[in-house]
């Protein structure tokens, strides 16, 4: 058997086994609260592993590895002090309350506190916001589509915009796959599958790290001896990236220069313990695709067992990804010489070093498995999206707005046609970022996948706050006002007006930008921070007036 059958049977069998997971759960899926939530029957330790398997991406297994090949240490691995923190916020503020109101769609929460145009305002922002996430994610693993490509056909690499077929056609199959066992088994087959696609996924990140230390000349400690950078291998970075200028500092002063440089930087101790808490807060906290679950819990502790525990299990698992990208910089760089390797006009591709390696330098059979491991991670996180996405939909937009019958099968078949109908959305949102990719091949993968709701999720955060913390600030009337003002907040902070100018006139400066050199262009990190914080600030200057159980019980 050839080493490429031998991958194709491997990745088949992987196939069958989570096609045969949904529909084994097809039957066992009485109402909604079966079909979202999975009649909270989950064990804890399944909620944990579908945690990590929606957590650790395509895009965290390709762009992390990225990450440690571009910077050669583990400064991306501060981020999890301000990740496991927030987990515990979550634990003990959030999920106690979604258990207490018994919601499905955690919005509805918000309309319990607020009213229901502060839900639909909120819902409206998760499903935009995690369409565009989700879909620029589905992207990623078709970069093995392309290497795969390349290899079979050596001296005839495909140009970008070959790869831009290549990659939609995979990424089109993959959805669909996915659609398949999501939209027959619901939340069970999606989380029963990623305990299945966890355990592939660990099996292939643990064979990298050993197969790379194998043929990298003595092992790790001769890995180091070619890291002798002055930041090689650092874990903690206090400054930022690039030092302010001699005129900035004269102009401003050494500490607003030094302050407006850690927030222009995306690796730091500062971004670890305050940046990342916000955008774990967002996306464990607010996001109906990560809450959903933690939901399906037979109840509040255990949904907080695991939700603490997946904070924890992630700081190996991401130590491990740096490693196999710092350890492709020495195998590239000190040990092997190819002249194959991509490229772009500045340099080595790093979102593509690693699944070059895969293709070319892994063992036929253990590359069918880490094959794998790419389609699971895919496959769980586009799995939860999809059953997410159309739960919020049906619960806070469809069941109100359109007559539905009241039996149970009917609803669930709103949701299962929804799931049909977002995975469209993906599709194109997939699409369109293999497009993006095509025209701008130096683009880094995460901050693609990050970006994205970095604009839109410290609104989002914001009025959670404001509904979890104060009995009686907040109304219909100034939350969406303090959403929209956020959002405008952060779009201004990340540059995106002279992003969107330079598109349109040869001016390097939008006018609005000109006189005002003093602020700084935030990074990824820090948008949510900025958001929350704006949006926070603007709910508090309006009382809430309605009456609403949450804040009677308030009081």
Same mark, same amino acid.
């Given at each position: 058997?050839?080493?490429?059958?031998?991958?194709?049977?491997?990745?088949?069998?992987?196939?069958a086994?989570?096609i045969?997971? #949904?529909a084994?759960?097809?039957?066992?899926n009485k109402?909604?609260?079966?079909?979202?939530?999975g009649?909270?029957s989950?064990?804890?330790?399944?909620?944990?592993?579908?945690?990590?398997?929606?957590?650790i991406?395509?895009?965290?297994?390709?762009?992390?590895p990225?990450?440690?090949?571009?910077?050669? +240490?583990?400064t991306?691995?501060? =981020?999890?002090?301000?990740? =496991?923190?927030?987990?515990?916020?979550?634990?003990?503020?959030?999920?106690?309350a979604?258990?207490?109101?018994n919601?499905?769609?955690?919005?509805?929460?918000?309309?319990i506190?607020?009213?229901?145009?502060?839900?639909s305002? *909120?819902?409206v922002?998760? !499903?935009?916001?995690?369409?565009?996430?989700?879909?620029?994610?589905?992207?990623?693993?078709?970069?093995l589509?392309?290497?795969l490509? +390349?290899q079979m /056909?050596?001296?005839?690499p495909?140009? /970008?915009?070959?790869?831009?077929?290549v990659t939609?056609?995979?990424?089109?199959?993959?959805?669909?796959?996915?659609a398949?066992?999501? *939209?027959?088994?619901?939340?069970?087959?999606?989380?029963?599958?990623?305990?299945?696609?966890?355990?592939?996924?660990? #099996?292939?990140?643990?064979?990298?790290?050993?197969?790379?230390?194998?043929?990298? %000349?003595?092992?790790?400690?001769?890995a180091k001896?070619q890291?002798?950078?002055?930041?090689d291998l650092?874990l903690?970075?206090?400054?930022?990236?690039? %030092?302010?200028?001699?005129?900035?500092?004269?102009?401003? #002063?050494?500490?607003?220069?030094g302050?407006?440089s850690?927030?222009?930087?995306e690796?730091?101790?500062w971004?670890?313990?305050?940046?990342?808490?916000?955008?774990?807060l967002?996306t464990?906290g607010?996001?109906?695709?990560?809450?959903?679950?933690?939901l399906?819990?037979k109840?509040k502790?255990?949904?907080?067992?695991?939700?603490i525990l997946?904070?924890?299990a992630d700081?190996?698992?991401?130590?491990?990804?740096l490693?196999?990208?710092?350890l492709l910089?020495?195998?590239?760089?000190?040990?092997?010489q190819?002249?194959?390797?991509?490229?772009t006009?500045?340099?080595?591709? $790093?979102t593509r070093?690693?699944p070059?390696?895969?293709? $070319?330098?892994?063992p036929?059979g =253990?590359?069918?498995?880490?094959? *794998?491991?790419?389609?699971?991670?895919t496959?769980?996180s586009? #799995?939860?999206?999809m +059953?997410?996405?159309?739960?919020?939909?049906?619960?806070?937009?469809?069941?109100r707005w359109?007559?539905?019958?009241e039996?149970d099968?009917?609803r669930?078949r709103?949701?299962?046609?929804?799931?049909?109908?977002?995975? !469209?959305?993906?599709?194109?949102?997939? =699409?369109?970022?293999?497009?993006?990719?095509a025209? /701008?091949?130096?683009?880094?993968?995460?901050?693609?996948?990050?970006g994205s709701?970095g604009y839109?999720y410290? @609104?989002?955060?914001?009025?959670f706050?404001?509904a979890?913390f104060?009995? @009686?600030?907040g109304?219909?009337?100034? +939350?969406?006002i303090a959403?929209?003002?956020?959002?405008?907040?952060?779009?201004?902070l990340? /540059?995106?007006? $002279?992003?969107?100018?330079?598109?349109?006139d040869?001016n390097?400066?939008?006018?609005?930008?000109? $006189?005002f050199?003093w602020?700084p262009?935030?990074?990824f990190p820090?948008?949510?921070?900025?958001g929350t914080m704006?949006?926070?600030?603007?709910?508090?200057?309006?009382?809430?007036?309605?009456?609403?159980?949450?804040r009677?019980e308030a009081?």
């Amino acid at each position: 058997m050839s080493a490429l059958v031998l991958d194709g049977v491997i990745i088949g069998i992987y196939f069958a086994i989570i096609i045969g997971i #949904g529909a084994h759960f097809s039957r066992r899926n009485k109402d909604v609260a079966d079909f979202a939530l999975g009649g909270r029957s989950i064990p804890w330790w399944a909620v944990l592993a579908s945690i990590l398997a929606s957590e650790i991406s395509a895009g965290t297994f390709f762009g992390t590895p990225g990450e440690g090949f571009k910077l050669r +240490n583990y400064t991306y691995a501060q =981020l999890m002090a301000g990740y =496991l923190l927030a987990r515990l916020v979550v634990s003990a503020v959030f999920i106690p309350a979604y258990y207490k109101y018994n919601v499905v769609s955690i919005y509805e929460f918000l309309e319990i506190r607020f009213g229901p145009r502060t839900r639909s305002m *909120a819902s409206v922002i998760f !499903l935009v916001t995690r369409s565009l996430a989700s879909g620029s994610r589905l992207w990623v693993p078709t970069l093995l589509v392309v290497v795969l490509w +390349n290899q079979m /056909n050596p001296g005839k690499p495909l140009d /970008n915009w070959e790869q831009f077929w290549v990659t939609g056609g995979a990424l089109v199959i993959i959805s669909i796959l996915t659609a398949a066992y999501t *939209a027959i088994g619901g939340i069970k087959a999606v989380i029963w599958t990623d305990v299945l696609q966890i355990a592939v996924l660990f #099996g292939a990140l643990g064979f990298s790290v050993w197969y790379l230390l194998g043929h990298i %000349p003595g092992g790790w400690e001769g890995a180091k001896m070619q890291l002798t950078g002055p930041h090689d291998l650092i874990l903690w970075q206090w400054s930022g990236d690039e %030092p302010p200028k001699a005129e900035f500092v004269a102009k401003y #002063g050494a500490a607003w220069g030094g302050i407006k440089s850690v927030l222009e930087s995306e690796y730091t101790v500062w971004c670890a313990l305050f940046g990342s808490l916000f955008v774990t807060l967002a996306t464990h906290g607010t996001d109906q695709d990560m809450v959903q679950r933690m939901l399906t819990a037979k109840n509040k502790r255990q949904s907080a067992v695991a939700t603490i525990l997946s904070g924890l299990a992630d700081i190996p698992v991401t130590f491990a990804v740096l490693t196999i990208g710092i350890l492709l910089a020495v195998y590239y760089g000190h040990v092997v010489q190819d002249p194959a390797l991509p490229m772009t006009p500045k340099g080595p591709d $790093n979102t593509r070093i690693f699944p070059y390696f895969v293709v $070319n330098v892994m063992p036929g059979g =253990l590359r069918g498995l880490v094959i *794998a491991g790419v389609l699971a991670t895919t496959m769980g996180s586009l #799995g939860t999206a999809m +059953n997410a996405l159309a739960t919020s939909y049906s619960r806070d937009f469809h069941f109100r707005w359109f007559k539905t019958p009241e039996n149970d099968q009917a609803r669930v078949r709103v949701i299962k046609l929804s799931t049909i109908a977002f995975a !469209l959305v993906l599709i194109f949102v997939g =699409l369109a970022t293999a497009f993006v990719k095509a025209k /701008n091949p130096a683009l880094s993968i995460i901050g693609i996948i990050l970006g994205s709701f970095g604009y839109t999720y410290g @609104s989002l955060l914001g009025i959670f706050i404001v509904a979890l913390f104060t009995k @009686s600030r907040g109304s219909e009337i100034g +939350n969406p006002i303090a959403m929209v003002a956020g959002i405008l907040v952060v779009a201004y902070l990340s /540059n995106l007006p $002279n992003d969107v100018w330079k598109m349109f006139d040869d001016n390097p400066d939008h006018p609005l930008y000109q $006189n005002f050199e003093w602020l700084p262009v935030i990074e990824f990190p820090w948008r949510i921070m900025a958001g929350t914080m704006t949006t926070v600030a603007v709910a508090l200057c309006f009382q809430s007036r309605s009456k609403h159980p949450l804040r009677s019980e308030a009081r």
